[in-house]
Nanobody, 123 residues
Framework: EVQLVESGGGSVQAGGSLRLSCAASGFTTTTNCMGWFRQTPGKKREVVAA????????YYRDSVKGRFTIFQDNAKNTVFLQMNSLKTEDTAMYYC????????????????WGQGTQVTVSS
């Protein structure tokens, strides 16, 4: 059974940092693409960042470029999202997702999802 378990969310003031973790089990991160999505009430879930864990390529949405970094620790089967210079508009529920296809991960509906972790940024 594939499981993605997120951790690291919380509350922080604008300008602060948080690191989200996504521990994967049931598959090897090196053979999948993994990413982070976020959603706020009434809005569509949006991809924040993605990594092709086999090839190392990355994707970031424009609003987080230069502030967020996605990286992996294959030994721990874990993907991280380092979030710096957080803004109030980054407040959302953040979800880890995975799929065998990078195109599906970024442009479609990934096959596997975590349960989500809340990030709240206050001014």
């Amino acid at each position: 059974e594939v499981q993605l378990v997120e951790s690291g969310g919380g509350s922080v003031q604008a300008g602060g940092s948080l690191r989200l973790s996504c521990a994967a089990s049931g598959f090897t991160t090196t053979t999948n693409c993994m990413g982070w999505f976020r959603q706020t009430p009434g809005k569509k879930r949006e991809v924040v960042a993605a990594i092709n864990t086999g090839g190392g390529s990355h994707y970031y949405r424009d609003s987080v470029k230069g502030r967020f970094t996605i990286f992996q620790d294959n030994a721990k089967n874990t993907v991280f999202l380092q979030m710096n210079s957080l803004k109030t508009e980054d407040t959302a529920m953040y979800y880890c997702a995975a799929d065998e296809s990078p195109l599906v991960l970024v442009h479609g509906t990934p096959r596997y999802w975590g349960q989500g972790t809340q990030v709240t940024v206050s001014s």
